[in-house]
């Protein structure tokens, strides 16, 4: 039948042609830059941009050894040698033996009161919690729980590291340097010069997402995620939003809740409210909305569905004399299409990019790999643009995604999708 329509099927692979971007250089600590080598950046030698301060600190011991004190001492030591300013410790908590017998909630339960026993004049701001196990300690999930959901304690976990293990303690004060509000780098965004629109006119970046929590289950709620960029014109820093809502809606609900008593309380006026009192009372005049997860048949209700409702926020505030211009793009990750180097059997490097061959014939859309694969083939994310009222070239916009994935605070090496996606 494909025969005789005409139709016939290859017996090798497409041959494309692919563009490969330049990494944006990076900026640290004494302001200076960095330019990442294959999708990576060591800071181990580097002091972070903006160091944070660890203060009104704990430490607690679930491991049941005796090396509390020896992490501490390398901890404190990283953390000043990158730039941070470290308050002396509290205290020390060790698990007391008769408790790992018991259920985790005892446990939990039994750690958290001792401390907030000892530290009731003086409650700790962090806690440090050393694990037994780095992939099989039940402990993290309760923990995390009981500090960060129901007191508000930042918390970071950790499995007993070798110790004088340089390059795992860099990467725990990279950590917790980002929950303290620190920068460990930049992307100086006037290093960029097809963006630089983005720092001359007032923009915020958007970025959702919804998913379930866990395993599939019927009637799970999704969970909406929308954060949203802070402190213009700087494109790393972001707050977030988390909502709950029924799993028959797909599309993001409550960005635009308006109240009987003339208020809004949906999702994107408060993350308005924070651009705006985080970057001096600037008004944004232009919105990047980076929606991942969107499948095809969906590309329409984002638009009618999600932005709409944004629109609505934006003429409900009195701060806006116009609408701010809207530039709105879809990543998916969940697609077939990968690309190998012909002459090579390594993956293609990162910061490729095919926006020919294998692109939509008349619609806006790309392939780019912006990450360095560890193991087996790369798949790149593919970005359709489904509106563009910004005016960004092509060039510009493959420019902005590349430059958000190397501004993910928690890693060192580009990430395949924009940080937007990690923090939503």
């Known amino acids: 039948m494909m025969h005789a329509c005409g139709i016939t099927i290859s017996t090798g692979f497409a041959q494309l042609n692919g563009r490969v971007l330049q990494p944006p250089k990076l900026r640290v600590g004494n302001g200076k830059e960095i330019i990442p080598q294959r999708g990576r950046w060591c800071l181990n030698n580097e002091r972070v941009y903006e160091p944070a301060k660890i203060k009104r600190w704990a430490i607690v011991n679930f491991s049941a050894t005796n090396k509390s004190f020896q992490v501490f001492e390398q901890l404190v030591k990283c953390a000043k040698q990158k730039g941070l300013l470290v308050e002396p410790l509290l205290k020390i908590f060790e698990e007391d033996s008769h408790w790992t017998k018991c259920s985790l909630t005892v446990r939990v339960d039994q750690m958290f009161q001792q401390m907030r026993k000892a530290l009731s004049d003086n409650p700790p701001e962090f806690v440090l919690c050393i694990l037994a196990k780095k992939n099989n300690d039940n402990i993290y999930g309760p923990w995390k729980k009981r500090c960060v959901v129901e007191h508000g304690i930042v918390t970071q976990c950790l499995a007993l590291p070798k110790l004088n293990d340089r390059s795992y303690m860099t990467n725990l004060v990279l950590d917790i340097n980002a929950k ?10 006037e290093c960029l010069p097809l963006i630089s629109q983005v720092s001359k006119v007032p923009t915020m970046i958007l970025g959702l997402d919804i998913t379930r929590g866990g395993t599939y289950q019927p009637n799970m709620p999704f969970f909406a995620t929308v954060v949203g960029s802070r402190q213009w014109p700087s494109i790393s820093r972001y707050v977030a939003t988390v909502r709950v809502q029924s799993p028959k809606f797909q599309m993001i609900d409550f960005l635009f809740n308006p109240q009987p008593n003339n208020e809004d309380k949906g999702i994107i006026w408060e993350l308005f409210q924070e651009f705006y009192t985080s970057s001096g009372g600037q008004k944004p005049e232009q919105i990047f909305i980076f929606r991942s997860g ?13 932005l709409d409702q944004i629109i609505q926020a934006c003429r409900f505030q009195s701060r806006f004399e116009k609408l701010p211009k809207f530039t709105v793009i879809v990543a998916q990750k969940k697609h077939w299409t990968k690309f190998f180097l012909k002459s090579s059997s390594y993956n ?4 490729t990019v095919v926006d020919t061959g294998v692109c939509h014939p008349r619609y806006n859309d790309f392939y780019m790999c912006s990450h360095a694969g560890i193991i087996g083939t790369s798949r790149p994310t593919h970005y359709h643009v489904l509106l563009n009222e910004i005016g960004f070239s092509a060039d510009a916009l493959q420019e902005l995604v590349l430059a958000l994935s190397h501004s993910y605070q928690r890693s060192t090496t580009a990430v395949s999708i924009g940080i937007l996606d990690f923090y939503s």
């Open 180 to 189: 303290l509000g620190g920068l460990n780098f930049v992307v100086p965004i």
């Open 294 to 306: 969107a499948y095809d048949s969906q590309f329409d209700q984002v638009l009618n569905i999600e």
């Open 348 to 351: 293609v490097p990162p910061g």
